[in-house]
T-cell receptor
Framework: AQSVTQLDSHVSVSEGTPVLLRCNYS??????LFWYVQHPNKGLQLLLK??????LVKGINGFEAEFKKSETSFHLTKPSAHMSDAAEYFC??????????????FGQGTTLQVKP | DVKVTQSSRYLVKRTGEKVFLECVQDMDHENMFWYRQDPGLGLRLIYF???????EKGDIPEGYSVSREKKERFSLILESASTNQTSMYLC?????????????FGPGTRLTVL
């Protein structure tokens, strides 16, 4: 069965330092993977997506993620954190039966705190 | 831009009340979804619909029902609200042509059941 595990429920960094949010997935086939961000009292916004093209995916606001099949990982990184990056981040994988439905499977979420 | 709207941002109801949460999308998407979001649990799928009057149960359908009478509108119904249904509810939609890719989300409704 498909599953997604976000390895940290809470990450705290100082402004200007790198960000690493870790995500591992399990899948018996080549999945589509996504990172979404949710700012306080806002809906979910797509940061980036991997759909079997380039393994290094660039997203909005300077974020990027690398798909590593051998490690079944899709970690999210950013070279330098900004205060506005403080939010909750979700790693998401497409359901294997979702070719018509578009069902997604969400990780538990990681709260990113950015300290001045 | 795709727009998904939800009828209320905040809602307070009493135990036993019937609650309707409305979701409307303006991009003619076939597939629509209802999730609930709880701290530490991520988003869990309640129901989804892939066409008018068509619906399927998600992972946690108990205590909920849905209605899809028009393509653009997907309603979530709590027949008899209970305190354990206090949560953030998120609606999403996607074109069937793009199924398996990203979904578009509404801003969410934070429901409190007293």
């Amino acid at each position: 069965a498909q599953s997604v595990t976000q390895l940290d429920s809470h990450v705290s960094v100082s402004e200007g330092t790198p960000v690493l949010l870790r995500c591992n997935y399990s899948s018996s086939y080549s999945p589509s993977l996504f990172w979404y961000v949710q700012h306080p009292n806002k809906g979910l916004q797509l940061l980036l997506k991997y759909t079997s093209a380039a393994t290094l995916v660039k997203g909005i606001n300077g974020f990027e993620a690398e798909f590593k099949k051998s490690e079944t990982s899709f970690h999210l990184t950013k070279p330098s954190a900004h205060m506005s990056d403080a939010a909750e981040y979700f790693c998401v994988v497409s359901d294997p039966g979702s070719s018509n439905t578009g069902k997604l499977i969400f990780g538990q979420g990681t709260t990113l705190q950015v300290k001045p | 831009d795709v727009k998904v709207t939800q009828s209320s941002r905040y809602l307070v109801k009493r135990t036993g009340e019937k609650v309707f949460l409305e979701c409307v999308q303006d991009m003619d998407h076939e597939n629509m979804f209802w999730y609930r979001q709880d701290p530490g649990l991520g988003l869990r799928l309640i129901y989804f619909s892939y066409d008018v009057k068509m619906k399927e149960k998600g992972d946690i359908p108990e205590g909920y029902s849905v209605s899809r009478e028009k393509k653009e509108r997907f309603s979530l119904i709590l027949e008899s609200a209970s305190t354990n249904q206090t949560s953030m509810y998120l609606c999403a939609s996607i074109s069937r042509r793009l199924a398996g890719l990203e979904q578009f989300f509404g801003p969410g409704t934070r429901l409190t059941v007293l």
